[in-house]
């Protein structure tokens, strides 16, 4: 469905910078969401860089901040899976600073939010799910792995049910967390650009909706914090089962 240039969904349109031929009917070309998924990698690293590059004593903001974050990420690495789960802190640091970026750089003006597609953030969950369900399998076994989606002292004439449920419970989870995190920037952008519409036309009376729009950009950026650290959460926390009987 074509978008108006001043629709509120306009915003989400994908639209292509480098054209390139489909492959096996797959269209790759390169898009203004590719364009600033990259721009969150080189953000990340910009900061980290600039952050980290005296590595004083005395830390400075740039440097606090950093740190800060690396720790706030090891509290819910640490919290959640445990000691051994420090192996796997640096997929969680990266997942964690890679949905912030993408949501972060949605607020600039005319700026691209790659995290409010649901097949970016889909991708994100599947590669969450797929890495502990290959952990879980590893670390518990098959057997083991799947007698979780039957809990000790069921009857047996129940227990086919309660194994597809919870396989499906189970199997919902990229899903779940695609959905939240892209549903949450979608909604949020949405109202900004809806509220902002109403600044310019109403003239002097524009003051109440200007005011309401930066209190709601400020509400806007915790949302966007919140959901990278939810995404996050939830990650370690299914991470955490996979590593259960390891840890016991």
Same mark, same amino acid.
Request: charge should be neutral; glycine fraction near 8%; aromatic fraction near 14%.
């Given at each position: ?20 031929? &489909?492959?096996?009917? *797959? ?18 690293? +910009?900061?980290?860089?600039?952050? /980290? ?11 606090? +901040? ?18 051994? =789960? @420090? @192996? *796997?802190?640096?997929? /969680? ?6 949905? !912030? #970026?993408?949501?972060? $750089?949605? /607020?600039?003006? *005319? ?15 599947? +590669? ?13 076994? &098959? ?27 189970? +199997?919902? @989870?990229?899903?779940?967390? =695609? ?11 949405? !109202? ?17 909706? /200007?005011?309401?729009?930066? !209190? ?17 959460? $939830?990650?370690?926390?299914? !991470? #955490? ?8």
């Amino acid at each position: 469905m074509a978008t108006g240039q001043h629709s509120p969904i306009a915003q989400f349109e994908i639209t292509p910078i480098i054209p390139i031929d &489909p492959v096996l009917g *797959y269209n790759i070309s390169f898009t203004n969401s590719s364009l600033f998924m990259v721009l969150a990698v080189i953000s990340i690293w +910009l900061f980290f860089s600039l952050a /980290m590059r005296q590595r004083a004593m005395v830390p400075g903001r740039l440097q606090s +901040l950093a740190e800060v974050t690396y720790q706030f990420v090891d509290g819910i690495v640490e919290e959640n899976i445990g000691h051994r =789960g @420090r @192996r *796997y802190f640096p997929y /969680m640091f990266s997942l964690f600073l890679f949905v !912030l #970026a993408g949501n972060l $750089l949605g /607020m600039v003006p *005319y700026s691209f939010t790659f995290t409010s597609h649901i097949m970016t953030t889909f991708a994100l969950g599947a +590669l969450v799910f797929i890495g502990v369900t290959v952990v879980g399998l590893i670390h518990q076994g &098959p057997v083991k792995f799947f007698k979780h989606f039957v809990p000790d002292g069921l009857p047996l004439w129940i227990a086919p049910v309660v194994f597809i449920i919870e396989l499906i419970s189970f +199997l919902s @989870r990229p899903f779940s967390l =695609g959905i939240r995190l892209a549903a949450n920037m979608m909604a949020g952008h949405t !109202l900004l650009k809806v509220i902002a519409g109403f600044v310019v036309p109403l003239g002097v009376f524009g003051i109440a909706p /200007m005011v309401f729009l930066v !209190l709601l950009t400020g509400f806007e950026i915790f949302i966007a914090i919140l959901q990278a650290y939810i995404f996050t959460l $939830l990650s370690s926390m299914y !991470l #955490a089962e996979a590593l259960h009987d390891e840890e016991h």
